[in-house]
Each structure stands twice: as C-alpha cells, then as structure tokens.
C-alpha cells in the first residue's frame, strides 16, 4: 500500500474494552495445546541423565545396562551426539553470550566438561516414557572429579562486565558521589542480600523435536516451550548449520515463563541433537527437579547503598555496589542499578557490578530483571532514610521526584507518578499509619504499613504481523509472538478488531509460529507495545486494500468515492455522511472473485520512532502482620497505583499487575533456592521444600491503573504491565515489616527464623 | 551407543492392557505397570487436559475426579483404577458443549492467565462446592491451597468459586 494509512477513520472500540480472554474457552475445557502436547505420529520419549557432580569431567559412560532394557532406542552423549557450531553473539537485539550476555553459551553433549551439577550429560531415548525414566536410572557415568568454585568472593573469575544485554550500563564512576556523601550531614550505609529465585512456571520445559528429509534438504521442526520463536530459530539454524527457513518453532500456548523459557537454548537444542541421532521425532519434558538446574534463575545479590542528604531529605549523592555469581558457560549478571540511575533527582549517583563465575547452574533474567532486587534495596533506603529524618516516606519521595532521567539529563514523558502516590495514599488509608515502628497491635500480632516506588522502562522494539481478511466477512492476524498468560490472544485481537473495523467475535488470532512474520521474543514488558502496532497497521493495511478493490469496482455502491471518504464499521464499508451507501466486507471480496486480502506491516522499534524518556512509575502500599511469638509474616493488604498508559484490555492488565505484585510477594517472604556449599548440587528441588504463594498466602489486592493513554509510545498509547506489578512490592512489604516491628530486614527472603533472631 | 534393532520386543508386563473409564467412555490403554493415570491421559488417549505440573503431588495441576472424588493423576497407577469411573476437565462440560457453571465463572472472574493450572484448579473447585468446602472465601482459600497458580489468579479464582458455587446449588 502506497497511501497514508493514518486518519483512515479508524475508531477505537474494542481497545480499553473488558473483554473475557479470546482463549478462555479453550483453556477452562482444556483444549488449549501446550508444548508437550502436540500428538505427533511415531514419538520417542526421552529421560535425562543428570550429573552428579559440579566441576569436572565425565570419565565414563557406560550405558550398556540402558541399551539393554525393553523398549531403548539410544543413549546419546557427548560421545555420540553430532557436533554444533557456536551460538549467535547475539539475537533479538539482545546480547546472548560473553560477559553481560543473556544465554548460556554452552552447547549440549559437545564435550565432558562438568561446569555445574546436575548438568544434562546423557539423553536415554525409548518408545514409551516410562521406559525411557527407567533405563535413564541404568546409565553409570563415572567423572574426573574436581572441588567446584562455591565462594563468591574467592572465585579466580571475577567481572565487572560494561554493559548487560549489550543495553543497560553497568559501571558509572562514583567519585562524584562519594564526595557528596562526604560532604552530606546525614549519611546512611546499609547491606542488603537476596538469594537465588527460581521461576518455576507451572508448565516445565518440554520439547518435541522432529527432521525430515525433502528434497535432499534437512528440515527441523520444533514444538518447544520458547517465548522466543523467532530467536531460537535462528540459534537452531546457526547451531545446526541450517538456512533458517528450513527450521520452524511452533508455540502455540505457554505454560507461563516469568522470565524463563527464552534465553536458555540447551533444552532444545537438546532434543534436537538426540531426535538427529535415533532419526525419529522425540519429546523430552523435563522434570521439576531438573527446573532447579537447566531452567535459568535470578541469581543471588549482595548490594550495598551509600547516601548522603540535607536534614530536609534531599539526597545529594547515593552509591550502589552488587555482587552477583553466574555459572562458568554464562555471562550473564544482575542489573541491579536500573532503577538507582533513573529513579530520583539525585545530581551525583555511581553504581558498580561485579559478578564471580561458580560452579553452580546459569543464571538469566527473572520478572523484573534488576529491578526486583536492585528497586528493592533503594526503595528500602529511602525509607530507612525517612525514619532517620522523620520525614513521611512518600513526602522522601516528592522531595526527591525526578521530572529528568538524571542518566541522561531527558525530562521523563507524560510522567505521572505523583498521581500514583497521591491516588494510593487514598485508596490505602495511609494517612492513618503510625509513623513510630511497633506502636499498633491485636492480639500477638504486631500491624504495620510500609510503601515504595515501582517502575519499569516503557520500551518498544520492531515486530512484525500479517493481517488478512476473508470472503466470510471474517478476519485474522498472524505474528510470532506470544501468549504465555499475558493475554496476548486478547489484547492483539482487540487491536486487530479496531484496525479491520470488525467485532472482536470476527477476528481470529494465531501466535507463536516461525511461519508467522517475525516478532520480539514476549520480553521486557513490551508485547503489547511492540507487536500491537504491526497488528494495528496490518489489519489498516488489509481494510485499505479493500477500500480499493471496492471504490474500483463498478458494480460496488462505492465506486469511484474518494479514498478517505469511505469509512469501516462493523464490517462493513461506507461513505461518510451517507451511510447508507456501502457494502459489507464479504460482498466486495465475493463479487471480485477473491477468496481473501492480505496485507503485512512492520511496527518501528522504539529507537526509530524517537524514543524519549519512557518509564512505566507506580506506588505500592502493603500492610503486613507479624506474628510476635512465631515471627511469621502475613500480608494483610497490598495496593498499587499504576501509570502504564493505555490498557488494552483492563481485566487481562488487572490481573496481570496483582499477579505480578503476588509473585513479589513470594520472593520477598518465601522463595530460596539453595545448592549444598560443598558439593555445588542443588538442595532445593521440588515445590515442596521452594515455597510459592498459595491460594492462601494471598492478601487483599486492591489494584488501579491510571489509564491515560501515553502518545510518545505511538497511537495506542499502551505500555507493558508484565512487570510492573512485581517492582517495588517486595521494598513495600520489608519497609511494612519495620513499621510493625521497628526491625529493618536485610536479606531476602524474610523468613521467621530472621525475624526472630534479628 | 544406538540400539542396532532400534526396537525391543516388549516384555509380558508391558503387552498388558488395561481399560480405563474416562468421561464415560471406555479407553484401552498399553498399561506398564509405572503408568500414571497422568501419563495414560496425555499420552495414550489424546485427553491432554489433565496437566503436568510437577509429576509427584505437589501443584495440583493433574487433577481428575475418581468416582467424584479429586485425586491426583501423577500419583494414581493406571492399573489401580480399572472400573473405576475418572472424570477430567474434557468431562465437565455438557455434550452440547456448555460449560459447566465453574467453567463460565472461571472465564467470567479472569481466574487464570497462562491457562496451565487452570483444569487442576477447576477440577479441585467443583470438589470444594460439591464437598462443602466452600462456605467462606477463608475456606476457599484453605481448600484450594494444593493448587498452585504461579501467574497467581488466586483472588479471582475464589471470586469465581463464590460465584459458581450459588450456580451450583440452582
């Protein structure tokens, strides 16, 4: 299409609707398909051998006992699994190996080189899954053993990589900042430490993988747990060697990632390097104790902040320092100064990474990645510093407010986090707190109330979609992206409705398929904002297209208007002003002799269309009760107030911040991961013994959007609400818990036995 | 290290069959005596519902109804319950297609997101009403605790028992 496509009369109806979710049905009946799922003629199954050992190398593998039990097919290790070329440097836009990076650079089953424990070193493929479990436990590795790196702060690779993901800076100089504290009457130091989270997503990783031979050509199908479609096609591609239109990653529904599930290709490749070898389509799903090894995880952090500020709270120079630890085949390191660089208007801010490789499994992002832990400490010393200077902590914050990012000196667009704090104060009551620590009480429980801040980049990247409209009056939309709970089926098909001018009921969606036009892996809070617009402009595309056939047909009641003076509603074209003069969709395709119009749009990456300073902000309020004699914490309330622009959909985004705001909830008072400090091997396995928020776990919820649509993020005005309702809860609850207590808690989790002993 | 033959014969357990009764239908299953109920559903009928969350009893996500009574699908041997009559989320719906009244409410109160947990969750919410566990959102609450929803549905989740338990009682 050659014509201006914006001002074509395109009304918003379906977008800012409370529509139910477009794949409701299908989920309460079962009937949404999932990886593992996928009914496949002639599938393998296979187990994983894990191993049992952290650092080292496999001596052995003696799998003749395996071979020997009814129903194996192979055993693939190292010794007989085919070679891969090197990953990608980098993919998505993102950086994906060296130090920073996002992936795991190992490879599976290329060497015997143990670099964590319960590394995959053995695939046992067999005809049923049961068999396949049962010779897994015949395999017998023997190893070259050697004591794993454990220790932080003795680990021989230490880094203090420039940059993460090859995006956010990682080191900026605190010799400004120090002399400020210096200077500073009130000066604060404070440790904090969080330990490793696991994303446990309700589906685990499974794979199928499949090769088919034609026209002398390999082909490679994929039905995988990725958010990542279009990424892991082309790491399969560079990894096997393969042009990538000869691999195609299908992922139709996921079972929730939560930061998991993109940047971790060694479950996959894996499967296809094991289904190469047996030469029949194969399915492994991995067990929820290898979650605990192969599945990523948020790493563990010990920050420490520095500030100095005037008596009347204002902060002149603040410094943040982190440790972090990766594993030895991965760079990747948390960011924990994103939201200490931009958060307040402090003239003088310094901030350093450091990360120690260890022999423990590969770290990678987790729902608000940095600024779940990193947002945490600073939320938290700006309240410690509230009760040094007896200020109200949200007064802290408006004494300290950033209309410029102080990063780069940019006003912040269409900021509106003093609404936030103003509408929270309300709706949670908090002008009724008690400012004086441990003063209110019922019962053996003590009550108290904390807030803190909440933001998340409001960023945007390129992504395809196609639109196509059909002879039945129907339409669909087809990109590659995701729906692993974000309710992508429902916004995108919102957006697609309002852009053919159809009702939502006419509208089909279809996501996660690398046949599709490429899109951004479901990342960073930016689906809605990325995918939206191709969806929005395809489908404009699809209707233009069809404006033309019909005011170049002379036997349509539109021939020969002009462009612009036709408009679209409800399927159905017509002249403005004369509204009775039009056609429906169908009539037009039908009488051109047209099955269908198809038409395919491009949205520009953030960068391109001018990106100024775009921040999701919120406010969060908890209100928590300390059991005195057991030192168990309950939260009692949680309330936030949210600028996220646009919602899409005001259901699917509620849901999704108070989802997010209860997932922090678990990292704040329940989630560790640990590995035994002697052997490296993972202690914690199971759901059992890693405890997430149950249904009873869950507080009152009380969330709220603004909803005003932001214009710098384009026409749509929406931003992304994955993680925004993570950020600043788990700052709100511990800063709860000293108001209840007067006890400042500086590790997370929260446990009882800390608060007892502290 | 490839099996030449690519193929066993199988052994006399493994040519064991069994019937299961799944939605009031009768489904022959290839039983190894190791088979879950779990991995029969998903594997061997195509009714892959019934989900994996954990394989040992821990989230809920596998979920069925034995004879009206919830039990976990990882947990239950396929041998184990010949004649028995098992109920999965494909079961609750009316031939027609309506919804049963938890379904419509889980859909209408936004009562998951991914979607993965939500038979399980379902499955364990019809038992809670029929049960009479459901009396108080504190007892919804309590009973529901063995099915873990990591995208944290939890508030609407009750809010749509509370819902289709009045639905239930019509």
Known sequence: MDKPLANLGTVFTSIGQ???????????????????????????????????????????????????????????????????????????????????????????????????????????????????????????????????????????????????????????????????????????????????????????????????????????????????????????????????????????????????????????????????????????????????????????????????????????????????????????????????????????????????????????????????????????????????????????????????????????????????????????????????????????????QGMASSTHPALQMGSSAQATIFADGSARVRSATHEIGNGAYTALGQIA???????????????????????????????????????????????????????????????????????????????????????????ILRRAGRTEIVADSTSPAGKEIKQPEMYSFGAVFAEVRVDEATGVVRVARLCGVYDVGRLINPRTAHSQLMGGMIFALGATLMEESLYDPQSGLPVIRNLADYHIPSCADTPQIHVEALNVPDPNIGELGAHGVGEMGCNGVPAAITNAIFNATGKRMRRLPITPDQLLAN | MINPSLSHSTTESEEASTVLRINGHDHRIAADARTTVLDALREQTGLTGTKKGCDHGQCGACTVHLDGTPVLACLTLAVSVRGREITTIEGLAGEDGTLHPMQQAFIDHDAFQCGYCTPGQIMSAVACVKEGQAGSCAEIQEFMSGNLCRCAAYPNIVAAIVEAREAMRR
Request: glycine share 8%; charged share 20%; net charge neutral.
């Open chain 1, 497 to 587: 409705a309002d852009g053919f001018a159809l009702s939502l009921d006419r509208v089909h969606i279809e996501l996660g398929d690398t046949n599709f036009p490429t899109a951004i892996p479901a990342m960073g809070s930016m689906t809605t904002s990325s995918v939206g617009p191709a969806v929005l402009s395809a489908a404009r595309c699809a209707l233009a297209a069809l404006k033309e056939l019909a005011i170049r047909d002379a036997e349509s009641p539109l021939f020969g208007a002009a462009f612009f003076a036709v408009d679209a509603r409800e399927g159905r074209l017509f002249l403005r002003g004369q509204p009775s003069v039009g056609e429906e969709y169908s009539a």
């Open chain 1, 18 to 448: 409370d529509h139910p979710r477009s794949d409701g049905r299908r989920k309460v009946m079962g009937a949404a398909t999932y990886t593992a799922e996928w009914q496949i003629p002639g599938l393998t199954y296979g187990a994983v051998v894990d191993s049992a050992i952290a650092r080292g190398t496999v001596r052995a593998i003696d799998a003749s006992a395996a071979l020997a039990a009814p129903g194996v097919l192979a055993v693939v290790t190292h010794e007989n699994a085919p070679r891969l070329h090197a990953l990608p440097s980098h993919g998505a836009g993102q950086q994906i190996t060296g130090e920073g990076g996002l992936g795991e650079e190992r490879q599976p089953l290329q060497d015997g080189t143990i670099h964590y424990g319960a590394q995959s070193v053995a695939v046992v493929v067999a005809d049923t899954p049961e068999q396949a479990r049962y010779a897994a436990t015949l395999v017998r590795v023997t190893y070259d053993s050697q004591p794993p790196e454990l220790d932080w702060h003795s680990a021989r690779r230490q880094k203090s990589p420039k940059m993460f993901a090859g995006t956010d800076l990682l080191q900026q100089s605190a010799d400004d900042a120090r002399a400020a504290i210096a200077e500073a009457p009130v000066r604060l130091e404070r440790k904090y430490d969080s330990s490793i989270n696991h994303h446990n997503p309700m589906e685990m990783l499974a794979t199928i993988a499949q090769w088919d031979q034609r026209n002398g050509e390999e082909f490679l199908t994929l039905h995988d747990t990725t958010r990542a479609v279009s990424l892991l096609r082309d790491v399969c591609a560079t990894s096997f060697g393969l042009p990538s239109a000869n691999v195609r990653v299908v992922s139709h529904f996921l079972g929730g990632a939560f930061g998991s599930k993109s940047w971790t290709f060694f479950n996959p490749l894996l499967v296809a390097l094991a289904a190469r070898v047996v030469n029949r389509p194969l399915k492994i799903e991995w067990r929820r104790q290898q979650m605990f090894s192969v599945a990523g995880h948020r790493p563990p952090t010990q920050q420490t902040l520095s500030l100095g500020a005037s008596r009347d709270g204002r902060i002149a120079g603040l410094v943040h320092e982190s440790h972090t630890h990766s594993s030895p085949v991965s760079g990747y390191i948390e960011p924990v100064a994103r939201m200490t660089s931009m958060m307040y208007d402090i003239p003088n801010i310094g901030f350093s990474n450091r990360v120690s490789h260890l022999n423990l499994p590969s770290p990678c992002v987790m729902r608000g990645p940095g600024m779940v832990p990193g947002g945490w400490l600073l939320e938290c010393m700006l309240d410690e510093l509230a009760s040094e200077l007896a200020i109200d902590p949200i007064e802290l914050r408006l004494r300290n407010y950033a209309e410029k990012n102080p990063a780069t000196g940019q006003p912040f667009f269409n900021k509106r986090l003093r609404e936030c704090y103003a509408r929270g104060r309300e709706l949670f009551g908090w002008d009724s707190r008690p400012s004086v620590p441990g003063a209110r009480r019922v019962g053996n429980h003590f009550i108290g």
